[in-house]
Nanobody
Framework: QVALVESGGGTVQAGGSLRLSCAAS????????KGWFRQTPGKEREFVAV????????YYTDSVKGRFTISRDNAKNTVNLQMNNLKPEDTAVYYC?????????????????WGQGTQVTVSS
């Protein structure tokens, strides 16, 4: 059974940094693209970042460009999200996810597996 487990969430002051990690187990393909989404109460889950299975293609939502960096380790089957210069509007539950069948995806429907989420809170 496929499982994605996030870690690294927490509370930080505005301008600070956090690093999220996600470990996959249970037989997911290492050729899957991996992504991060986030969600706040009352809002739809939104795309944050994605990385292709080779790691050569990355894509970010505009609001995090220049501040967040997605990376992956295929040997360990993990994906990371380095978040710098955090802002209060980055506060959300962050979900890691995997998809297959294409290079990358930016919509919820393009992903097959989801983690349980980790809370990130940025105080002003």
């Amino acid at each position: 059974q496929v499982a994605l487990v996030e870690s690294g969430g927490g509370t930080v002051q505005a301008g600070g940094s956090l690093r999220l990690s996600c470990a996959a187990s249970g037989g997911t393909s290492r050729r899957n693209y991996k992504g991060w989404f986030r969600q706040t109460p009352g809002k739809e889950r939104e795309f944050v970042a994605v990385i292709s299975w080779t790691g050569t293609i990355t894509y970010y939502t505009d609001s995090v460009k220049g501040r967040f960096t997605i990376s992956r380790d295929n040997a360990k089957n993990t994906v990371n999200l380095q978040m710098n210069n955090l802002k209060p509007e980055d506060t959300a539950v962050y979900y890691c996810t995997e998809g297959s069948g294409k290079l990358i995806g930016t919509t919820i429907n393009e992903y097959d597996y989801w983690g349980q989420g980790t809370q990130v809170t940025v105080s002003s």
